[in-house]
């Protein structure tokens, strides 16, 4: 594990992505580029895994990498209990994933691009109008690829990705591009997925996206593991703080640092590092004869969280990433 | 597997571009076809008049006269050994077919000349399609999810190449039977008979023809599944067109013709091809011949190497490299 990683929660027995050591460097005439730097990640099995990082992080490589489409410099990936050792291993037929852009023939319909797909992966055909119908495309199935929009082509990458009813999905940035009712669909076959047992790691630009789809998130910068856990766990108690309204702001700063708390201002109001003991602070008020007006939890969403792990705004792009 | 074979032959066979490509080149061999039956179409009515005219007209020529007179006198001196009176009047005494500047249709000679030719423009096409196929799916980033699809690189790999091949060797021998059916019809309508010889010497060009077409088919997949790019495939094969050839003449080794695919190509084609040996300097030897010949088994050998040369360059870097 790299020294700054937390992984909060500990390591699950039944890891559905178990990475260590991951490293992979890109050779150049100019000499190499480590675009992933001993990464370490475990993806729990079920459920939806968030997986985020400032733009050229390494998420894409690590998706890459573990459906075999890159090797690794170095260190181990196991998916599904089963080492990965060769972008043909036998244990990747159980994966279904979009990596970067879509990629299918422009000039075949959506249905025929996922029949061809579906044939070649000896998937039976019936199966193909079940995927689309899953992502909201069966109707404009007939529709050549070149005319789909954006949204639509997304759409049919993950399609494509659910044809062999894949124990591990992993989803890049699958919502890019599309428009609110895309989104839903996406986010509806999301938790469909999570909800029959699949195991989904999601890789969003859209924080707000993961907060809500996600039971437990890795979050990895420059090529390594920053931090990773619930969701709730991670935004919610340890960077939980509580905003204090007070008439004389600054002599209730002094009293509450003699009294061990963390405090700053914001706005004329306190912020005090913590949410366990408000009724502690309102009595080392009351204590010294101050007395608030106003006391509330400040729980801190992904975005912010993600903001102070990387230092880096939240990455917006539609295009793929690395 | 014989599924993933077949779905990528229909990808192939679907591609709009592969298929313009291999119908531009069955268009050209039609074409071919038809300067061939235009060439060699019997004279007209008022054609042979005028021959007859402009024969009678030459036959008056006291200087044609005087020739056939000595010719009669000295028949060898002016027709060779063995020759005759009879001959003199036939080689030297102009007639109506003599004033028409066109050969009849003979199957034999067009399995010598153009036969091998219409193999070359339908390889050609061959190596376009292909290169297409292949550069298209990288290009538009299809191979990627066909490889999510089926994480098996070996079996991918083979089952394109496969389709490629077939493809390509099915296509030759369409294209190549159309070529010699159209002319085969030409001849049937002028009365022209063919002998068991020249039927066995086109269905012999057409098997090699046939596995020429399989080959440069496998060939341009396996480079262009290297290069990755349609252009970069395309680009080295006319870059060795337009300068390797010379190239490769003008190397200072005795015999280095005999490496040109070229004469590779044409020895593997034609029967008794014969090549020019440029490299050889002929002056500063007593007794010299600059044309070597070259027979199907040694173009086949060459050939065959720099296939699997690319071939296995191909599969190592497809099966290794990250996509």
């Known amino acids: ?322 | 597997m014989i599924s993933l074979t077949r779905v990528e032959l229909t990808r192939y066979l679907s591609r709009r571009g592969v298929a313009l490509v291999l119908l531009a080149g069955i268009i050209v061999i039609g074409a071919l076809a038809a300067k061939t039956a235009w060439d060699t179409r019997p004279p007209s009515a008022s054609e042979l008049s005028n021959a007859r005219a402009q024969a009678a007209l030459a036959a008056d020529d006291p200087q044609v006269k005087a020739e056939v007179i000595d010719c009669r006198k000295h028949p060898s001196r002016y027709l060779g050994p063995q020759s005759t009176i009879a001959d003199c009047a036939r080689e030297l005494q102009p007639t109506a077919r003599s004033m028409i500047d066109r050969r009849t249709l003979s199957l034999h000679r067009v399995a010598a000349t153009d036969g091998p030719r219409v193999a070359v423009l339908l390889a050609a096409a061959i190596v376009i399609g292909a290169a297409t196929f292949v550069g298209a799916d990288w290009g538009t980033g299809s191979m990627r999810t066909q490889l999510l699809a089926r994480p098996r690189r070996g079996q991918v790999w083979v089952a394109k190449a496969t389709a490629v091949t077939l493809a390509s060797a099915v296509y030759l021998a369409i294209g190549f039977a159309l070529y010699w059916l159209v002319v085969a019809l030409v001849a049937d309508a002028r009365g022209i008979s063919t002998d068991a010889d020249t039927v066995r010497r086109i269905l012999g060009l057409g098997g090699r023809a046939v596995a020429l077409g399989a080959g440069v088919g496998l060939g341009s997949f396996a480079l262009t599944m290297l290069f990755r790019h349609t252009v970069a495939t395309l680009g080295l094969l006319f870059a060795y067109a337009a300068g390797g050839e010379v190239l490769i003449a003008l190397l200072p080794i005795d015999g280095a013709s005999r490496w040109s695919v070229g004469n590779n190509m044409f020895g593997w084609l034609k029967s008794g091809f014969s090549y020019l040996d440029q490299s050889l300097n002929c002056r500063s030897l007593p007794s010299c011949d600059n044309l070597h010949p070259l027979s199907h088994l040694d173009a086949g050998w060459f050939l065959g190497v720099l296939l699997v040369i690319a071939v296995a360059a191909s599969v190592a870097s497809f099966i290794r490299r990250d996509v």
């Open chain 1, 1 to 322: 594990m790299s020294e700054t990683a937390t992984i909060a929660g500990g390591p699950t027995a039944e890891a559905a992505i178990r990475v260590r050591g991951l490293r992979k460097v890109y050779r150049g005439v100019r000499g190499g580029f480590a675009a992933l730097d001993g990464l370490d990640l475990e993806v729990p099995a079920g459920g939806v895994h968030g997986f985020l990082g400032p733009n050229g992080s390494g998420k894409t490589t690590t998706f890459r990498l573990l459906v075999g489409l890159a090797r690794p410099s170095s260190g181990t990936i196991e998916v599904l209990g089963h080492p990965v050792t060769s972008p043909s291993d036998p244990v990747l037929t159980r994966v279904g994933a979009t990596v970067s852009q879509p990629g299918f023939i422009p000039g075949f319909s959506g249905r025929r691009n996922l029949a061809l797909l579906a044939r070649a992966s000896g998937v039976p055909r019936a199966r193909v109008n079940e995927v689309l119908t899953e992502v909201g495309l069966r109707e404009s199935a007939s529709r050549s690829y070149r005319r789909y929009s954006l949204g639509m082509r997304q759409r049919l990458a993950i399609a494509a990705a659910l044809l062999r009813s894949p124990d591990l999905v992993l989803l890049d940035e699958p919502t890019n591009g599309l428009d609110p009712s895309g989104v839903r669909a996406v986010r509806d076959v999301i938790q469909r997925l999570a909800a029959a047992g699949t195991t989904v790691l999601l890789s969003s630009h859209n924080l707000s996206e993961i907060q809500q789809l996600c039971s437990s998130v890795s979050i990895i910068g420059d090529g390594r593991l920053l931090v990773s856990g619930p969701v709730d766990e991670l935004i919610g108690e340890r960077t939980a703080r509580t905003r204090v309204e007070i008439a004389d702001p600054e002599h209730a700063t002094e009293v509450l640092e003699a009294a061990g708390f963390t405090v700053s201002t914001d706005d004329g109001a306190l912020i005090v590092a913590g949410h366990d003991h408000p009724d502690r602070i309102a009595k080392a008020l009351a204590d010294a004869g101050l007395y608030v007006t106003d006391m509330s939890a400040v729980r801190p969403d992904l975005e912010s969280y993600f903001l102070e792990l990387t230092g880096h705004p939240i990455p917006h792009q539609t295009e793929g990433e690395e």
